[in-house]
């Protein structure tokens, strides 16, 4: 039976992989949220934080740090609270500080229910992680974390109800 926790741990483990050169999800066509910082819900002000504008704030992209800064806590997802069953994507964007801690976080991509994507922002804010290092000191870094959502579907031999 899949879990919500093998879903996304296996996403975690996209997620290196599902990021082109400047850090950010490659997906085309996709809608992009990129309200202010820890709003949800918000009308899209711009595709994506300005880079002239992160780089004057000391804030650095994956492909251009030393060594990526990498997930050590990956806080327990409250699956009571908001169904997760449904297919769809969530896509949140922070940025993680010299002491590992996220410092910004907001939906880049919703999946359209907005309990989730604030369900996922919370649990992105609580990660810890090994801060980015370049040039051998702690940097800020940017980068996107997707969390997808699938309808789980029954294995061979394995019952399902059906509503009549």
């Avoid at 599902?18 to 997906?27: L, S």
């Avoid at 949800?40 to 000391?58: L, N």
């Avoid at 907005?114 to 000191?137: E, I, Q």
């Amino acid at each position: 039976m899949i879990t919500i926790h093998k879903v996304l741990m296996v996403l975690l483990v996209l997620s290196v992989t599902a990021c082109g050169d400047d850090g950010q999800p490659k997906q085309a066509g996709q809608s992009q949220m990129a309200g202010q910082p820890d709003q949800v819900g918000q009308t899209p002000t711009a595709s994506r934080p300005d880079p002239v504008a992160d780089q004057k704030a000391g804030i650095y992209r994956p492909t251009t740090v030393d060594t990526k800064a990498e997930i050590v806590y990956f806080p327990p997802v409250p699956t009571d609270v908001v169904d997760l069953e449904f297919d769809g994507l969530t896509v949140i964007q922070l940025v993680v500080g010299t002491n590992g801690n996220v410092d910004t976080a907001f939906v880049e991509r919703s999946s359209d229910r907005v309990s989730v994507d604030s369900l996922m922002l919370d649990v992105a804010k609580k990660m810890v992680w090994t801060p980015a290092v370049h040039d051998g000191a702690r940097v800020k870094m940017r980068t996107s974390i997707p969390f997808m959502f699938k309808i789980p579907t029954p294995t061979p031999g394995e019952e399902t109800v059906t509503e009549e």
